[in-house]
């Protein structure tokens, strides 16, 4: 059963320009959904309009057997159920990480004040680093403090908004896999905003991708992968190469197998080392301008090279 519910939602900051359409999207308790989006198409506005910070023009958002209202509906924008973490969610600079996580929970009693502190601290890894400041923590370990003040009033629900796109690539693969596991420990309702496909696939098999305000596609990311439904959704992938006899089938550069005869013949412009393979950037007779995965590292700029592929492996895209 659904625990959020964002139906038919529209918003738009002047006339004419929707930043979202008719949204409508459902997930349900305890599920990790990544978000996925370019910049401008909608992600943080969704974010604030769910958490209850900015006015939507038309339709809801229903949390468990709550309606959540829009800002100028409330006293108090926002509810303490759903937590909202953005990048620059900023710390407190003078308190420790430990005053930081319980800041939120200041009204509440001494004891449960402790034991929830307590408890975040060892869910999150925080023990040693309780008395530290914030400057003296690195920019990942920062980012989990901020993620545990925004757990400790026990949230139903928690949207992260790029929270880790200050963070280089080593720590925010080793942070989104922590945090993963802790969500599953939580059973938390997670929606994880970003623009990184890498970032979202490691975050959640869910995708939901967004364009223009709109859910383009969601479900499965292999699914996704075998059977886009646009162009963008393929190449969030990877690149496309136009199949010749078949002006709507493209095929994907790893399903390319490469030969020194036999095939669609094709010669290299220029390899480029990568971590798996070399990327061979290769020119057809037609003029057209492939790329190909060289995983045996044999081709050379100017070499003759014939690619082969499965057909059942072409993508079919009429738009
Ligand atoms: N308060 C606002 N006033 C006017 N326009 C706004 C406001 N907030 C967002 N917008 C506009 O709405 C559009 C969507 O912005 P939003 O921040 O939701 O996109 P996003 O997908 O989160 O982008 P990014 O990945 O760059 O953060 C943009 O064109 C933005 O300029």
């Known amino acids: 059963m659904s625990f959020l519910k964002i139906q038919r939602v529209s918003k738009s900051f002047s006339a004419n320009v929707n930043v979202l359409e008719d949204f409508s999207l459902q997930i349900s308790k305890g599920e990790v959904f990544s978000l996925i989006g370019e910049s401008g198409s909608g992600k943080s506005t969704l974010l604030r309009i769910i958490a209850g910070k900015e006015n939507r023009d038309s339709g809801e958002v229903i949390l468990g057997e709550v309606r959540v209202q829009n800002p100028k509906e409330k006293l108090v924008p926002g509810y303490d159920e759903i937590q909202l973490v953005y990048q620059d969610y900023k710390l407190f600079p003078n308190s420790t990480v430990a005053e930081n996580i319980a800041r939120p929970l200041l009204e509440y009693d001494k004891d449960y004040r402790e034991t929830r502190l307590n408890q975040l601290l060892k869910l999150l890894n925080l023990e040693s680093m309780k008395d530290k400041l914030p400057r003296e923590l690195s920019g990942g370990q920062q980012q989990k403090v901020a993620i545990g003040r925004a757990l400790s009033l026990e949230p139903s629900i928690v949207l992260l908004d790029e929270p880790f796109s200050s963070l280089d690539t080593i720590q925010r693969r080793e942070l989104i896999v922590e945090l993963k596991e802790i969500f599953r420990e939580l059973e938390m309702t997670v929606l994880f905003v970003t623009h990184d496909l890498d970032d979202a696939l490691q975050m959640s098999d869910h995708l939901v991708i967004i364009q223009k305000g709109k859910i383009i596609q969601q479900g499965e990311a292999e699914g996704i992968?075998?059977?886009?439904?646009?162009?963008?959704?393929?190449?969030?992938?990877?690149?496309?190469?136009?199949?010749?006899?078949?002006?709507?089938?493209?095929?994907?550069?790893?399903?390319?197998?490469?030969?020194?005869?036999?095939?669609?013949?094709?010669?290299?412009?220029?390899?480029?080392?990568?971590?798996?393979?070399?990327?061979?950037?290769?020119?057809?007779?037609?003029?057209?301008?492939?790329?190909?995965?060289?995983?045996?590292?044999?081709?050379?700029?100017?070499?003759?090279?014939?690619?082969?592929?499965?057909?059942?492996?072409?993508?079919?895209?009429?738009?």
């Open 225 to 319: 992968f075998m059977k886009p439904k646009s162009m963008y959704a393929a190449k969030l992938f990877s690149h496309l190469n136009p199949v010749p006899s078949n002006k709507y089938h493209y095929i994907r550069p790893s399903d390319v197998e490469l030969y020194k005869s036999k095939g669609l013949r094709a010669k290299v412009q220029e390899s480029q080392y990568l971590i798996h393979y070399n990327q061979l950037t290769v020119k057809l007779s037609n003029g057209d301008i492939w790329k190909v995965e060289d995983k045996r590292r044999v081709f050379k700029s100017g070499d003759r090279v014939y690619l082969k592929w499965n057909p059942e492996k072409e993508i079919e895209l009429k738009k």
